[in-house]
């Protein structure tokens, strides 16, 4: 059951990863689309396509909580009292970010617009860095079994300050091969070449990050880039081959095709990631079985998630049926 | 971390009751065929989706806040006290979902099958509530565990969930939701009727949420009397500080108002024996006092005087609230109308403030008055606080934080209102009041999180998967 749970929380990691991540990146485009002339459209796409799922993809970040202090306390407690600084930031990040989204929809003036723009950009750069950092530092094993770890080195050492600029790249990087569909959906074929533009740089960052990281990975976290190179190989093969593909048969792919490799390379990654640390929940000292709950706290997780697929999963079905029709009504 | 929670209890009632009053609307509207009552429910359903997105914001941060302040009461007692939590997750998913869909449904679906996908949301705003209050629950009467050596070794999941707290916290909790929703909302309608508006729409809306209050609110005296009991029986220090009592000792006094300093009560008014003829109802019934609590966990005198007031302005709000629902009753009985009085008006539109009130100060009463612990008889609240970082400053931060999105939130709610209002001239003047009870097409062009996206809805790849 430990396994099961873990197994669980790791889901939860990973679609936030790629929905959330999604989510942040667009952020980034906001930020670094130039002057309120220069970068119009490109936000004005970004707007639409983000409107309707502004924070839902946040209640991944919810579930993965929930599930790490009902699930594994003692981690949770080691990581919360250790990883303060950047879990702060990224709770704040979350916050600015959603209400600065939302209200400059409603904002009039230009110069409240850009309060709340500005808001928004700059926390979706902010928060996926903090959670790669959070990566980082859980990866190196930077947090102490009991807590109290170093506030600041645990946090600010080679592989969480790679950790969360890779993090920052993959949301971008995700974030423009959506938009290049949504582009491509709209028929504007010059937003479209701007956002591949983008997503060719951000993935060319990433993977460079990548190398750095696996560098990093040697010197400062031997036993993760020992099984990266062991058991989690295949998927950083897999990893690799699926951007390598994105990257060369970006032109002649469709935007769909071209957002299965960018989601496959990502969630590669990441299922690397954890696969490389399996056992262990925190560095080398604290693994999965000793954190966990008692077992019937285990036990009824599971069933509380057998619960929320059985109700959850027939009413997400009806909305999107209703979408889906209220979109042929409209069309 | 009190003050996250207190603004995120203020939005329960939202989320919870305010689907149910505008449910409410919804059935008026499809079973008389009241064109009034669809519009009001149709921009309600829209208010809620903006407060239930600043609710799950909020609800973020607490579960950050859970970690970074209380570490060590999530470390140690996650595997109890998660689980409750685990639970809220289905429902806060569930009503996500299904206020997606209704508010989505306008207009797309028939109006009997669109009124019955707002039942769902009702119904997980109630189970939502219900599963933090039972967490609520559990630290003030902790059960379904095994403690060996400080570590949790066993967990019942059930007696977690159904602690011996839970019935009387949360429907005490459930129907205080639905009285300041109805409060609330009527308040915002009669404040509209003092200044002039007094067309049909606004009588309709302040009738739907007035009654629903009036109609809650003796019940929820009795739940309160009830409650307030069961507290005498298993929560006794809380007891103690609620009645101000230092001495363990029959005959109790109700003491109102009044301060506790060095040990003794001083002020106040006290009524002879009322306080053990209300908890065992004769005045030979023994009340635990202060004495009777370990001194190292005894509650400052501070502590004890915060529960004791808050408690009394709880009780004194309930009982203003009482007085406007029978004054409403009576009126009704008379006239079969809504009194229309100035006086009348003006007590309503003062009601919301006063039901608000009455949720803090009793949501005040089960906090503060557990304290020292956090959870009673387990953790000390100084042993669960962080000791990392600089309290003070994260504080600082949050409240700026919550301030901001407060502030930002009255105001989106305020430009909705004044949209509508000016949307509404414009029908009067042109003399086209629609007459089909569908969509005000411009009603539509206020885009808020879960609704359908206005200009044109767009395919996002994300709906699908979240």
New interface residues.
């Given amino acids: 059951v430990t396994d099961a749970v873990a197994a669980v929380l790791f889901v939860g990691v990973l679609l936030y990863s790629v929905l959330g991540g999604a989510d942040f990146g667009a952020g980034f485009w906001d930020l670094t689309a130039g002057g309120v002339e220069r970068g119009r459209r490109p936000r004005q796409l970004i707007d639409r396509t983000m409107a309707p799922v502004w924070e839902a993809n946040h209640v991944w970040l919810i579930f993965c909580l929930v599930v790490l202090w009902t699930g594994f306390p003692a981690a949770f407690q080691a990581i919360t009292t250790t990883l303060y600084v950047p879990l702060w930031l990224a709770a704040l990040g979350i916050v600015l970010r959603g209400s600065g989204f939302a209200f400059r929809k409603v904002a009039v003036r230009t110069a409240e617009q850009r309060v709340n723009s500005a808001a928004f950009a700059v926390s979706s750069v902010v928060t996926p860095f903090c959670f790669g950092a959070v990566a980082g530092g859980l990866a190196s094993g930077r947090v102490p079994a009991e807590g109290g770890g170093d506030a600041l080195t645990s946090w600010l050492n080679p592989t969480s300050l790679v950790g969360g600029s890779l993090a920052v790249a993959v949301c971008a990087y995700l974030a423009a091969v959506f938009l290049i569909a949504e582009a491509r959906m709209r028929h504007d074929n010059e937003l479209e070449g701007w956002f591949r533009r983008r997503a060719l740089g951000a993935s060319v960052v990433a993977g460079a990050l990548a190398l750095v990281g696996i560098a990093a990975l040697q010197a400062d976290a031997r036993r993760l880039f020992d099984r990266l190179r062991g058991p989690g190989l295949p998927l950083v093969v897999g990893s690799v081959a699926a951007g390598l593909a994105a990257l060369i048969l970006h032109r002649r792919l469709s935007p769909q095709a071209l957002r299965v490799l960018a989601v496959t390379a990502v969630a590669a990654v990441v299922c690397g990631w954890g696969v490389a640390q399996y056992p262990y929940l925190l560095g080398t000292h604290l693994t999965v079985g000793e954190a966990a709950s008692p077992h019937p706290t285990l036990v009824s997780i599971m069933v509380v998630l057998a619960g929320a697929l059985v109700l959850c999963g027939p009413s997400l079905v009806l909305l999107y049926l209703l979408q889906e029709r209220g979109r042929l009504d409209e069309a | 971390m009190a003050f996250t929670l207190g603004f995120h209890i203020m939005l329960v009632p939202f989320a919870l009751a305010f689907t149910m009053i505008m449910l409410v609307a919804n059935y008026r509207g499809v079973r008389h065929n009241d064109r009034d009552a669809l519009l009001l429910a149709q921009r309600w359903s829209k208010v809620a989706a903006v407060l239930f997105?600043v609710g799950?914001?909020s609800?973020?941060?607490l579960?950050?806040?859970?970690?970074?302040l209380w570490?060590?009461l999530?470390?140690?007692?996650?595997?109890?006290?998660?689980?409750p939590?685990?639970?809220e997750?289905?429902f806060?998913?569930?009503e996500?979902?299904?206020i997606?869909?209704y508010i989505?449904?306008w207009e797309?679906?028939p109006p009997w099958p669109h009124l019955w996908s707002g039942v769902?949301v009702v119904l997980a705003g109630v189970g939502g509530t219900a599963s933090v209050v039972a967490a609520n629950g559990w630290m003030n009467l902790p059960g379904g565990m095994t403690i060996r050596d400080g570590r949790?070794?066993?967990?019942?999941?059930l007696a977690v969930f159904f602690n011996r707290a839970f019935w009387y916290e949360s429907v005490h909790m459930l129907l205080a939701a639905y009285l300041v929703a109805g409060f609330v909302v009527a308040s915002v309608y009669a404040a509209g009727m003092l200044r002039g508006r007094r067309e049909r729409y606004h009588r309709v809306g302040l009738l739907i949420a007035l009654t629903v209050a009036a109609v809650v609110m003796p019940l929820q005296i009795f739940t309160g009397d009830l409650a307030t009991r069961q507290v005498f029986h298993k929560e006794q220090a809380k007891f103690a500080d609620i009645e101000l009592l230092p001495r363990t000792s029959d005959h109790v006094p109700e003491t109102l108002g009044g301060v506790m300093v060095d040990g003794r009560v001083r002020y106040g008014v006290k009524l002879p024996a009322v306080a053990s003829v209300l908890a065992g109802f004769s005045a030979d019934t023994r009340i635990h006092g202060l004495d009777t609590v370990p001194p190292d966990v005894r509650p400052t005198d501070r502590l004890v005087t915060t529960v004791h007031l808050s408690f009394d302005v709880m009780v004194a709000a309930s009982f203003l609230l009482l007085g406007l629902s029978l004054w409403y009753a009576v009126a009704w009985r008379r006239r079969h109308d809504l009194p229309t009085g100035r006086w009348f008006l003006r007590s309503v539109a003062t009601s919301g403030l006063v039901a608000v009130v009455a949720l803090e100060s009793g949501w005040i009463v089960t906090e503060v008055g557990r304290q020292p612990w956090t959870i009673v008889g387990v953790l000390l609240t100084r042993d669960a606080v962080?000791?990392?970082?600089n309290l003070w400053w994260?504080f600082g931060?949050v409240v700026a934080?919550y301030t901001?999105?407060g502030t930002?939130t009255v105001?989106?709610l305020r430009?909705m209102g004044a949209h509508w209002r000016g949307r509404e001239r414009a029908t009067i003047k042109a003399g086209d009041e629609r007459g089909d009870g569908t969509t005000d097409a411009t009603d539509v062009d206020i885009?808020v999180?879960?609704g359908?996206?206005a200009?044109?809805?767009?395919?996002?790849?994300?709906?699908?998967?979240?």
């Fill in positions: 997105a799950a914001v609800g973020t941060v579960t950050f806040e859970m970690g970074l570490p060590r999530m470390g140690a007692f996650g595997a109890a006290y998660g689980i939590f685990a639970v997750g289905i806060f998913f569930l996500a979902i299904f997606s869909i989505y449904g797309r679906l769902p949790v070794v066993d967990v019942r999941p962080t000791t990392s970082g994260s931060a934080v901001a999105i930002s105001w989106v430009r885009e999180p879960y359908p996206p200009p044109r809805p767009v395919p996002s790849p994300k709906v699908t998967v979240r």
